[in-house]
């Protein structure tokens, strides 16, 4: 089987905010977020709950708009996107696979119908979709489209979100903790269904994910802390992200170690590295 290749959405925010309002409070759930993923790339989101993680996915999906800073993903500047452009943009080109496979189906329906039912927005905006046997085969549970879904496990059942999330072969898919609540067999299952729909199809992939498992199955990962790029996770190694304005957040364990207020020189060295002096008192002045 081999699904038609599209060109995946890149994606890139930059300055990006959210403010939401709770019990008279404004908070920031987003404080200034860069974030560049290339078209056809795989990319976690790492963080502790609260983090951000899940607001910048749904802003990702054009399901909220930004409090401040800009957010595009492939051509389109979501934020200065009107409703009626919103509205084709959530239909054609992105896939969204929320945290819980039973949110994302119809469960008095097969997989094959949950598929058939996806597609309708990306039809009625006059876009091409692939044939729901397709879907499923590209996902691996072809065998099982007229099945009821109360029969299959949560693996396979978790796949039937995916294929909801791929319907119409999107730009961008965006999955909100796609193996919690998995055992290690089905999570790698699932892992490389999304692994074969990246490659097959060409979309762009972004998950939140709490497992370091997982996370360590993807080839690169961004976590977020306290609303912004709090580091990268490349190969293997970890990295700082510099921000736009030029501040590196720096990982708890090296915070431990040089608490806020803590003087510090910025030295280069000669083979090019830039190694962080704290000063001998470490404190700036009172």
């Avoid at 691996?140 to 693996?155: C, D, E, V």
């Amino acid at each position: 089987m081999s699904a038609p290749t599209r060109t995946g959405l890149a994606i890139t925010t930059h300055g990006l905010v959210h403010i939401y309002h709770a019990d008279g409070h404004d908070l920031a759930a987003l404080s200034g977020v860069d974030l560049r993923v290339a078209s056809g790339e795989i990319v976690g989101l790492l963080g502790p709950s609260g983090a951000g993680k899940s607001t910048l996915l749904t802003l990702c999906g054009g399901l909220l708009r930004p409090s401040a800073g800009t957010i595009r993903i492939g051509p389109n500047d979501l934020a200065q996107m009107d409703e009626s452009a919103l509205d084709r943009f959530r239909a054609t080109e992105v896939g969204i696979v929320l945290q819980g496979a039973d949110r994302n189906v119809l469960p008095y329906v097969t997989a094959r119908r949950n598929v058939d039912f996806a597609q309708r927005g990306a039809r009625q905006h006059g876009r091409e979709v692939p044939d729901a046997s397709e879907v499923l085969d590209l996902v691996g549970i072809l065998p099982l489209a007229n099945a009821p879904l109360a029969t299959l496990t949560p693996g396979q059942l978790q796949l039937a979100a995916l294929a909801v999330g791929i319907a119409a072969y999107p730009g961008v898919l965006l999955a909100d903790e796609p193996t919690s609540q998995l055992d290690h067999a089905a999570r790698d299952t699932v892992l490389a269904a999304i692994r074969e729909v990246n490659a097959q199809v060409g979309t762009t992939v972004l998950i939140v994910t709490h497992d370091p498992q997982v996370a360590a199955a993807l080839p690169r990962t961004v976590t977020i802390r306290d609303g912004r790029v709090g580091g990268e996770g490349r190969s293997g190694q970890e990295y700082a992200v510099v921000s736009a304005d030029g501040s590196l957040p720096l990982p708890p364990d090296a915070l431990d170690r040089l608490p806020p207020g803590t003087l510090v020189r910025v030295h280069p060295e000669s083979d090019g590295r830039w190694i962080i002096i704290p000063e001998e008192d470490g404190h700036g002045p009172a």
